[in-house]
């Protein structure tokens, strides 16, 4: 399964706190790993690691059963029919060998969860580790000695905050799960901000008591980040103590805050020449369908440029995109967004600079 949400949304929140736990209580054996918790580490690595760790979590087990049986030569590890230390590199066990011993000893499915999944594709071990994910899950799920009447014994869950990069494991035929479909991660909904209202109330002197639909519009506001919401409530509940700014609704605290979400964006927007903004407005504005050199977005660039704009002077404004992490060159020379919550602040920025005093063009 492969979800996709935006920055900051709680998606780590609800592997770790309700998805983790809900598998372990089902009796299943979660593997947890966020491929952005070591950015400098290998995904490929991170991915073994983590496999690894289970089994030696699972080999404890296994030892203190041994131990309290009155054995006590057996050592660790020694209940696997391979070195621990090697699995996943070359000339060791495989992922697929290491996850079956996992269910085996486990004696139930194992469910890999990978956070930021899409990270795997920045090496070639990470991509490696993909591909050992798809052939264990193929080989596991066909052995009816591991799924012993269940659908499945390995379960892969990948999430990620790029839905086009998470999207590149599924769409090329050459990629490790093409077929699979990216779905999108549910948000927080109506019954987050009214628990959370309900609680907050429950704190508030009467008279500053917030209405939950209030609350409700304050993390659309947000996009429905809930780390903002909490501080626009946080600054309401105490009066905006120190603020230098007055702040008539909880609303506008929202508003504030996401204004500080977006303030990111605006500084390097504003570093960026007029011909790199308008290949990243093309960008945004075409989506898929973005080609960076085609007629027509020779055209769109050139009337921002105010005349004819080489293909090679294009190149040079992508090159540039990408040296500050705003643009990603992903498979086959597709482009796309490092960050797609950029998205909705040009769109919010554009318009309210409608019949303002700034002269960019709106997106078309
Ligand atoms: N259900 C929740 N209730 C309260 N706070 C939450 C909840 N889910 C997430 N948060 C808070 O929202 C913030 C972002 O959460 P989290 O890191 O899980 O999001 P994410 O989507 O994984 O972000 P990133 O894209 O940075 O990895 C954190 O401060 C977290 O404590
Ligand atoms: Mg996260």
Redesign the pocket.
Same mark, same amino acid.
């Given at each position: 399964m492969f979800l996709a949400?935006?920055?900051?949304?709680?998606?780590?929140?609800? /592997?770790?706190?309700?998805l983790l736990p809900e598998l372990a209580a089902r009796r299943a054996v979660p593997v947890y790993v966020?491929l952005?918790s070591q950015k400098s580490g290998d995904p490929g690595a991170l991915i073994n690691e983590a496999v690894r760790k289970a089994l030696d979590k699972q080999g404890k087990g296994v030892l203190g059963r041994i131990r309290g049986a009155g054995v006590t030569k057996a050592g660790l590890g020694s209940w696997l029919s391979f070195d621990l230390e090697k699995l996943g590199v070359p000339g060791g066990a495989t992922l697929a060998e290491g996850l079956s011993a996992l269910i085996r000893k486990g004696g139930g499915p194992v469910v890999v969860v990978v956070?930021?999944a899409q990270q795997a594709l920045k090496s070639e071990a990470g991509r490696d580790a993909m591909f050992a994910l798809k052939s264990a899950r193929d080989t596991i799920n066909l052995d009816p000695a591991l799924t012993a009447g269940r659908p499945a014994a390995l379960g892969l869950v990948f999430?990620g905050?790029h839905r086009d990069k998470l999207a590149s494991l599924v769409t090329g035929r050459d990629q490790p799960f093409f077929g699979s479909r990216v779905r999108d991660?549910p948000l /927080?909904g109506r019954d987050?901000t009214e628990a959370?209202g309900r609680h907050i109330n429950g704190l508030l002197p009467p008279d500053r008591r917030i209405d939950l639909a209030e609350i409700e519009e304050a993390f659309d506001i947000v996009g429905r980040?809930?780390?903002y919401l909490?501080a626009a409530v946080t600054r309401y509940a105490t009066g905006d103590l120190g603020g230098d700014r007055e702040f008539g609704s909880l609303l506008d605290l929202a508003r504030d805050e996401r204004e500080t979400h977006w303030d990111s964006y605006r500084r390097q927007w504003s570093s960026l020449d007029p011909l790199q903004q308008a290949v990243l407005r093309r960008i945004i504005a075409e989506g898929d369908r973005f080609r960076p050199f085609d007629a027509d977005s020779l055209a769109a660039y050139a009337s921002v440029a105010g005349g004819q704009v080489a293909a090679r002077d294009v190149q040079q404004a992508l090159d540039g995109l990408r040296e500050q992490e705003l643009v990603v060159r992903l498979e086959r020379g597709r482009y796309s967004l490092e960050d797609p919550s950029i998205t909705d602040w040009l769109a919010s920025e554009t318009a309210s600079s409608d019949g303002g005093t700034e002269q960019e063009a709106p997106i078309p």
């Open positions: 949400a935006p920055r900051r949304t709680g998606k780590s929140t609800f /592997l770790v706190h309700d966020d952005w956070d930021e999430t905050s991660f /927080l987050y959370y980040r809930p780390q909490h």
